[in-house]
């Protein structure tokens, strides 16, 4: 049998349509050798056709999205980003036979149950492994790798502009807005930032991971989220002090018939693997109980990683063409499990108060948080240089359920001898 063509066309043509299209043409015969697909792009379309792009023939070029439901076009790659319209167009695409390979996060984190329930009608397959984690192939690790394996907890680091900001931070003692200027100039923030500043783009990613973990559709609007823009200098230092290090993670618990799923900064053990995941990569830290944990790390953004992870859907797809046509993908999500409500999630905390430096204000403290039900795994203590009156008073609790903390340090607030706000930040 002679090799099989698959005529590719392409939705979007920016950095990773580029690379994407011009790997295609590029590594054709080495795609030919190892894969046995001869691929054949077939049709670009972008918003202005008169944009010359590198390695891209401008004969291919075109603005109407209709010429991708070409017969000679079997896979429709889309990287043109965006949400409502982008959605539509790939819905027509659907039903007009078309296999989908899309990077786009927005798109899937809010309607991927829909475009999926779609594709299974019509007999088509969508792959999406480039919308998380780009090149480190986390979808296919959780579908594929570990089909059948049961997953307890994923924890992620999904995004990899607060990673990069996080880093610059705790490493060069750089701002939260110069570390943001620097991953603005290297293209792998977004346009806007607080999609990243805000974890946005983190709980997208982790709503798409959980969904394919549990087939339960979790929606990334769902995922209870804070981001990094509070966090300081000062936090920094103190995780350093607890012999920690500061991440933005996604964190993904599933149990018999509850699911959590949250976004939030969290004060990484320095022992961890995680913690030394730097700069702008992303990982994926799985934990077990058949396989034990198990940890994929790499680059989470970028022309280069994105189309790996391209690629990897395009080739599945060559080579179930025909097969995906008969035989319905076996999506079809249970809803079996309940999302986790916020307050009911249990973890550590790290509690620092501004404090009057008066006898007795460790106890008060330590009483309300105690009569909250929360116990202490540490208290440090420490009053500030040249006599003001003020100390600060750190404390690491132990397990404890997110509504109680939020009750207990709203008590504590309240106390005379508090002098501000807490900076609270949970622990993995
Ligand atoms: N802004 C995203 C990030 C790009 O920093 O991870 C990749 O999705």
Same mark, same amino acid.
């Given at each position: 049998?002679?090799?099989?063509?698959?005529?590719?066309?392409?939705?979007?043509?920016? $950095? *990773?349509?580029?690379?994407?299209?011009?790997?295609?043409?590029?590594?054709?015969?080495?795609?030919?050798?190892?894969?046995?697909?001869?691929?054949?792009?077939?049709?670009?379309?972008?918003?202005? &056709?008169?944009?010359?792009?590198?390695?891209?023939?401008? $004969?291919?070029?075109?603005?109407?999205?209709?010429? @991708?439901?070409?017969?000679?076009?079997?896979? %429709?790659?889309?990287?043109?980003?965006?949400?409502?319209?982008?959605?539509?167009?790939?819905?027509?695409?659907?039903?007009?036979?078309?296999?989908?390979?899309?990077?786009?996060?927005?798109?899937?984190?809010?309607?991927?149950?829909?475009?999926?329930?779609?594709?299974?009608?019509?007999?088509?397959?969508?792959?999406?492994?480039?919308?998380?984690?780009?090149?480190?192939?986390?979808?296919?690790?959780? +579908?594929?790798?570990?089909?059948?394996?049961? *997953?307890?907890?994923? %924890?992620?680091?999904?995004?990899?502009?607060?990673?990069?900001?996080?880093?610059?931070?705790?490493?060069?003692?750089?701002?939260?807005?110069?570390?943001?200027?620097?991953?603005?100039?290297?293209?792998? &923030?977004?346009?806007?930032?607080?999609?990243?500043?805000?974890? /946005?783009?983190?709980?997208?990613?982790?709503?798409?991971?959980?969904?394919?973990?549990?087939?339960?559709?979790?929606?990334? !609007?769902?995922?209870?989220?804070?981001?990094? +823009?509070?966090?300081?200098?000062?936090?920094?230092?103190?995780?350093?002090?607890?012999?920690?290090?500061?991440?933005?993670?996604? @964190?993904?618990?599933?149990?018999?018939?509850?699911?959590?799923?949250?976004?939030?900064?969290?004060?990484?053990?320095?022992?961890?693997?995680? &913690?030394?995941?730097?700069?702008?990569?992303?990982?994926?830290?799985?934990?077990?109980?058949?396989?034990?944990?198990?940890?994929?790390?790499?680059?989470?953004?970028?022309?280069?990683?994105?189309?790996?992870?391209?690629?990897?859907?395009? *080739?599945?797809?060559?080579?179930?063409?025909? /097969?995906?046509?008969?035989?319905?993908?076996?999506?079809?999500?249970?809803? !079996?499990?309940?999302?986790?409500?916020?307050?009911?999630?249990?973890?550590?905390?790290?509690?620092?108060?501004?404090? &009057?430096?008066?006898?007795?204000?460790?106890?008060?403290?330590?009483?309300?948080?105690?009569?909250?039900?929360?116990?202490?795994?540490?208290?440090?203590?420490?009053?500030?240089?040249?006599?003001?009156?003020?100390?600060?008073?750190?404390?690491?609790?132990?397990?404890?359920?997110?509504?109680?903390?939020?009750?207990?340090?709203?008590?504590?607030?309240?106390?005379?001898?508090?002098?501000?706000?807490?900076?609270?930040?949970?622990?993995?």
């Amino acid at each position: 049998m002679g090799p099989r063509t698959v005529g590719v066309g392409l939705l979007g043509c920016g $950095t *990773v349509g580029g690379t994407l299209a011009r790997t295609l043409q590029s590594d054709h015969e080495r795609l030919l050798r190892e894969t046995g697909l001869d691929f054949s792009l077939r049709r670009v379309v972008v918003r202005d &056709a008169d944009k010359s792009r590198e390695g891209v023939p401008s $004969t291919l070029l075109s603005t109407r999205w209709e010429d @991708l439901l070409s017969p000679e076009i079997q896979v %429709v790659v889309e990287v043109a980003g965006g949400a409502g319209p982008t959605f539509e167009i790939l819905k027509r695409l659907i039903v007009g036979g078309k296999h989908i390979v899309t990077a786009n996060k927005v798109v899937v984190s809010e309607h991927g149950d829909e475009l999926l329930d779609l594709a299974r009608r019509h007999r088509r397959w969508v792959g999406f492994e480039a919308s998380v984690g780009a090149g480190v192939p986390v979808l296919h690790l959780v +579908r594929e790798a570990l089909a059948g394996t049961p *997953v307890s907890r994923v %924890v992620g680091i999904l995004n990899g502009t607060t990673n990069y900001i996080l880093t610059r931070m705790e490493e060069c003692s750089e701002t939260q807005e110069a570390a943001l200027r620097s991953a603005q100039r290297a293209g792998f &923030a977004e346009a806007d930032p607080s999609m990243d500043l805000d974890g /946005v783009d983190a709980a997208q990613k982790a709503a798409i991971l959980a969904t394919l973990l549990t087939r339960q559709v979790v929606h990334g !609007r769902d995922v209870p989220t804070e981001g990094i +823009r509070q966090v300081t200098a000062s936090d920094i230092a103190s995780a350093r002090r607890f012999q920690c290090s500061l991440r933005l993670l996604a @964190l993904i618990t599933c149990e018999a018939s509850d699911l959590e799923v949250r976004v939030h900064p969290c004060l990484v053990p320095s022992r961890h693997p995680l &913690a030394s995941v730097r700069d702008q990569q992303n990982a994926v830290w799985v934990e077990s109980p058949l396989s034990g944990p198990l940890l994929l790390s790499g680059l989470g953004a970028g022309g280069g990683p994105t189309t790996s992870a391209l690629l990897a859907d395009l *080739v599945d797809i060559g080579w179930h063409l025909g /097969v995906f046509e008969d035989a319905a993908p076996p999506w079809e999500s249970v809803g !079996r499990l309940r999302l986790r409500p916020s307050g009911e999630s249990v973890r550590r905390n790290y509690l620092r108060f501004a404090v &009057a430096d008066q006898a007795g204000v460790i106890g008060e403290v330590t009483t309300i948080l105690g009569s909250h039900g929360i116990s202490i795994e540490s208290v440090h203590a420490g009053v500030e240089d040249g006599s003001s009156g003020e100390g600060t008073l750190e404390i690491l609790t132990d397990d404890s359920r997110e509504r109680d903390m939020a009750d207990a340090v709203k008590a504590c607030e309240a106390l005379a001898q508090v002098l501000g706000p807490c900076r609270r930040i949970r622990c993995l």
